[in-house]
């Protein structure tokens, strides 16, 4: 496989856990979001899966994985995960949790440990790409092997 993307710390533990992916870099854009990201590789925003670091009414963080084309309920996750509550962190506290840039947060080698929980329906897409630790810079791969490495509480939290 060659190696013209970057060698992130995402890239090292899924090269540890043995999963196959495709790099795909593209150009990133600082308000494009999953909707840009998905328009350059030329797939539905529905399998882009985006990497969302939020924190609990006792600031412990946890990593939310969401459909591109979906918000996350914030109640429903925090009834979920038997919590008072939980909100998104604010992009400076998010970068020190994860060890990565906001907009190159991945869930592959968070440099905090922490909660895992993922949409449900990620699960069962026939394939996804999520960020590979870098702005610009996705990986394809099975969802199976998404759920297999980060074993993550499945949740329902999703709103269209």
């Not at 960020?131 to 509480?153: K, M, T, W």
Request: with cysteine; aromatic share 6%.
């Amino acid at each position: 496989m060659a190696t013209d993307y970057p060698v992130t710390m995402a890239i090292r533990v899924l090269r540890r856990h043995h999963v196959a992916f495709t790099p795909h870099l593209y150009v990133w854009e600082a308000r494009g979001g999953t909707a840009a990201s998905a328009e350059h590789l030329g797939v539905d925003e529905h399998l882009i899966v985006k990497t969302l670091i939020f924190e609990d009414e006792t600031k412990k963080p946890l990593c939310i994985l969401m459909h591109g084309d979906r918000e996350v309920s914030a109640k429903n996750l925090a009834r979920q995960l038997a919590r008072k509550s939980v909100a998104p962190c604010a992009p400076d506290v998010a970068d020190r949790h994860s060890g990565y840039q906001v907009g190159g947060t991945s869930p592959f080698g968070l440099k905090r440990a922490m909660p895992v929980t993922c949409e449900k329906s990620i699960a069962d897409l026939p394939r996804i790409y999520i960020n590979g630790g870098a702005r610009g810079f996705l990986v394809g791969l099975s969802p199976l092997e998404l759920v297999r490495v980060l074993e993550p509480q499945l949740v329902e939290v999703a709103i269209v």
